[in-house]
């Protein structure tokens, strides 16, 4: 699907455009919100939050190539204020992160399918062990796939200390992956 | 032929560049001197720590190194040699090898996490919030009860359930307090004479309201009152002086609350009793 048209379908209000864009993008505004959030129900109600607020502001929303990075600082910053708030009322429990990554296991064997939840289970705990500043250029960076200079930008930070930052954060990552037990 | 002798000439001995008479000399001393023919075997074992003594005597542990090398290293960005050189290192390392190994293992599985299914009702759900037409709904999807048991459990989950369920305990607690058979009920005072004039239950258990608050007020500036006067230092003055103002300012407000309130039982005991509201009630009279 031609994301551009899409995107001028969505701003002039399309309903099945906007369907369609909801679908192509919650994956990954679900997923970021969930690794900033650590809970699966609030990390629902934040992307839903985001595509709201993106709903409406339809005549801001970018060409094709910028969409993706606007959308996941709209997230990021919703996900800032959510952990501000939250703050002061810590969570009560999280859900186990195995159980959500079975969601996306499909097409594997049952064996498989745990497996892989294990591995992904795994790299999660060790990423909440980051720093703070770690974990969110890993996010962005290794997770998201943002460009050096858009995570620079989204986090108001010089360029050579995201670059230098990224190599910093995967070594600390291994190092946790390595104490948890979780590296095969 | 002593060992510092032979020493001398290992290398041409290991050579064979040695004169045959020279060389004979050299091998009746390795027959007799175990340390020499220690130096000669080919298949000498190397002592497992003898790399890692050399090690710790001159550059300390390649390990530093090797960590800032690691991530350009899976990333394949080294060029041969020094590929080749931390591949050496990490025959040797079980530690490093751990690392390199678990940053392999995080390469492959964050892109994955990039992506995470928010389940089912997540697209539904946001149609709905997006929707202009509230008349419109997304086709319903059949029921189902595993649908259902989620909704359900992850209600439950949400911490805003505790503070949806302290607002319903307050508002049945209010209704219980307020029921007018209950012990709690208002009774003396305005609330007495209210009765007598037959006005609704809202309206008397508002005058009891009023009374309480009043008399709770009051018992709080006396007991200002009564710590100021045992102080009697700057600050209890300015709490004397602050109650006063405070009673002042409650006794304006009561004195107000009390004229209004009396207009509303005028009105509505002349409305109880089908007369013209402009005509000045019973309790107008007083």
């Given at each position: 699907?031609?994301?551009?048209?899409?995107?001028?379908?969505?701003?002039?209000?399309?309903?099945?455009?906007?369907?369609?864009?909801?679908?192509?993008?919650?994956?990954?505004?679900?997923?970021?919100?969930?690794?900033?959030?650590?809970?699966?129900?609030?990390?629902?109600?934040?992307?839903?939050?985001?595509?709201?607020?993106?709903?409406?502001?339809?005549?801001?929303?970018?060409?094709?190539?910028?969409?993706?990075?606007?959308?996941?600082?709209?997230?990021?910053?919703?996900?800032?204020?959510?952990?501000?708030?939250?703050?002061?009322?810590?969570?009560?429990?999280?859900?186990?992160?195995?159980?959500?990554?079975?969601?996306?296991?499909?097409?594997?064997?049952?064996?498989?399918?745990?497996?892989?939840?294990?591995?992904?289970?795994?790299?999660?705990?060790?990423?909440?062990?980051?720093?703070?500043?770690?974990?969110?250029?890993?996010?962005?960076?290794?997770?998201?796939?943002?460009?050096?200079?858009?995570?620079?930008?989204?986090?108001?930070?010089?360029?050579?200390?995201?670059?230098?930052?990224?190599?910093?954060?995967?070594?600390?990552?291994?190092?946790?992956?390595?104490?948890?037990?979780?590296?095969? | 032929?002593?060992?510092?002798?032979?020493?001398?000439?290992?290398?041409?001995?290991?050579?064979?560049?040695?004169?045959?008479?020279?060389?004979?000399?050299?091998?009746?001393?390795?027959?007799?001197?175990?340390?020499?023919?220690?130096?000669?075997?080919?298949?000498?074992?190397?002592?497992?720590?003898?790399?890692?003594?050399?090690?710790?005597?001159?550059?300390?542990?390649?390990?530093?190194?090797?960590?800032?090398?690691?991530?350009?290293?899976?990333?394949?960005?080294?060029?041969?040699?020094?590929?080749?050189?931390?591949?050496g290192h990490l025959e040797h390392c079980p530690q490093c090898a751990a690392l390199v190994s678990a940053l392999r293992e995080i390469s492959t599985v964050l892109p994955s996490l990039a992506m995470v299914d928010p389940g089912p009702i997540f697209t539904r759900d946001i149609l709905a919030a997006t929707s202009r037409n509230p008349a419109w709904q997304p086709a319903?999807?059949?029921?189902?009860w595993q649908d259902l048991g989620e909704r359900l459990v992850r209600l439950l989950r949400r911490p805003r359930i505790a503070f949806e369920a302290a607002y319903v305990g307050t508002l049945a607690g209010f209704l219980f307090v307020s029921y007018p058979g209950s012990q709690i009920s208002p009774g003396p005072g305005e609330t007495r004479r209210l009765e007598s004039?037959?006005?609704?239950?809202?309206?008397?258990?508002?005058?009891?309201?009023?009374?309480?608050?009043?008399?709770?007020?009051?018992?709080?500036?006396?007991?200002?009152?009564?710590?100021?006067?045992?102080?009697?230092?700057?600050?209890?003055?300015?709490?004397?002086?602050?109650?006063?103002?405070?009673?002042?300012?409650?006794?304006?407000?009561?004195?107000?609350?009390?004229?209004?309130?009396?207009?509303?039982?005028?009105?509505?005991?002349?409305?109880?009793?089908?007369?013209?509201?402009?005509?000045?009630?019973?309790?107008?009279?007083?």
């Open positions: 699907m031609d994301l551009e048209r899409l995107l001028d379908l969505v701003r002039t209000g399309d309903e099945l455009a906007w369907e369609a864009f909801v679908r192509q993008f919650q994956g990954r505004v679900y997923g970021l919100a969930y690794h900033y959030a650590g809970q699966a129900e609030d990390a629902r109600d934040l992307a839903q939050e985001v595509f709201i607020r993106i709903y409406q502001n339809l005549s801001q929303v970018p060409g094709a190539e910028g969409v993706l990075p606007w959308m996941l600082r709209i997230t990021r910053n919703a996900c800032i204020d959510h952990l501000r708030r939250r703050r002061a009322r810590p969570p009560l429990w999280d859900l186990p992160v195995e159980e959500l990554f079975h969601l996306k296991a499909g097409g594997l064997s049952p064996e498989e399918q745990q497996l892989e939840a294990a591995r992904k289970g795994a790299v999660h705990r060790a990423l909440r062990e980051l720093t703070e500043l770690n974990r969110e250029v890993i996010l962005l960076k290794e997770i998201q796939g943002l460009s050096f200079e858009e995570i620079a930008s989204m986090l108001e930070v010089p360029l050579g200390t995201v670059k230098s930052r990224s190599h910093r954060a995967r070594l600390e990552l291994a190092e946790k992956l390595v104490a948890l037990g979780g590296c095969p | 032929m002593n060992c510092e002798t032979f020493l001398r000439i290992l290398a041409d001995y290991q050579e064979n560049a040695l004169a045959p008479e020279r060389r004979r000399e050299a091998e009746a001393h390795l027959a007799i001197c175990e340390g020499c023919r220690s130096l000669v075997q080919p298949d000498a074992p190397i002592p497992p720590d003898l790399a890692k003594g050399i090690l710790a005597r001159t550059t300390g542990s390649a390990c530093r190194r090797l960590k800032e090398q690691a991530a350009a290293h899976v990333d394949g960005e080294l060029d041969g040699l020094q590929s080749a050189l931390v591949e319903a999807e059949p029921f189902s004039l037959r006005l609704s239950a809202p309206m008397i258990r508002a005058a009891g309201m009023v009374e309480r608050t009043a008399e709770s007020a009051r018992e709080q500036l006396r007991e200002i009152h009564r710590r100021a006067r045992q102080g009697g230092t700057g600050f209890s003055k300015a709490c004397r002086h602050r109650s006063e103002v405070l009673e002042r300012r409650w006794k304006s407000l009561s004195r107000e609350l009390g004229s209004r309130f009396q207009r509303v039982v005028a009105k509505a005991q002349t409305q109880d009793d089908g007369q013209d509201p402009s005509e000045p009630g019973p309790d107008s009279r007083d």
